[in-house]
């Protein structure tokens, strides 16, 4: 989930769940309730960088930059996302949820497609390191490591 979007697509009663956003209801993944995009401070230093590094080698964590600056993205599935992307907590969901808007959503262009910068793996951002700083390679001498 993205703070910056709001999700209102499904409304649940007791009884039913209705799909009252026509192009939510095309969307059979449930994209913004499958991960989680938090912001960061942009990576300045060699040693932000570095520290982007080891965060990007875990599984499912990807780094992007867009309009809006720096985020870890979160590939995790929210547990109340239920069958048909129905929410089953609707009725107590979180404000950020409430907050989202899907006029212009990953449905329409994924984060990364309309990233400036979208890191999965060590090795995507260690060559973008080794463009970006000139003396990358001797971080850790300089910072006292063997
Ligand atoms: S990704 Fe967009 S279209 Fe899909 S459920 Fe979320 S808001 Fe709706
Ligand atoms: S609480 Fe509901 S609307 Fe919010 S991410 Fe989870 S399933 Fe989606």
Redesign the pocket.
């Known amino acids: 989930m993205n703070s910056r979007?709001?999700?209102d697509?499904v409304e649940v009663t007791e009884t039913k769940s209705v799909a009252i956003?026509k192009?939510?209801a095309?969307?059979r993944?449930?994209?913004?309730?499958n991960s989680i995009n938090q912001k960061i401070p942009a990576p300045k230093s060699i040693y932000d960088f570095d520290h982007l590094l080891w965060q990007v080698s875990h599984e499912n964590i990807n780094i992007f930059k867009d309009a809006d600056g720096w985020f870890l993205h979160v590939h995790s599935a929210c547990a109340h996302l239920g069958n048909g992307?129905v929410c089953g907590i609707y009725e107590r969901r979180p404000m950020v949820c409430r907050d989202?808007?899907?006029d212009y959503?990953?449905?329409?262009e994924s984060i990364e497609e309309a990233a400036e910068h979208f890191f999965s793996t060590y090795e995507q951002l260690e060559k973008y390191c080794r463009k970006r700083f000139k003396k990358w390679d001797k971080r850790f001498k300089k910072a006292g490591y063997a």
């Open positions: 979007n709001k999700i697509y956003d192009k939510c095309k969307c993944k449930s994209i913004c309730c992307g989202y808007n899907n959503c990953e449905f329409d």
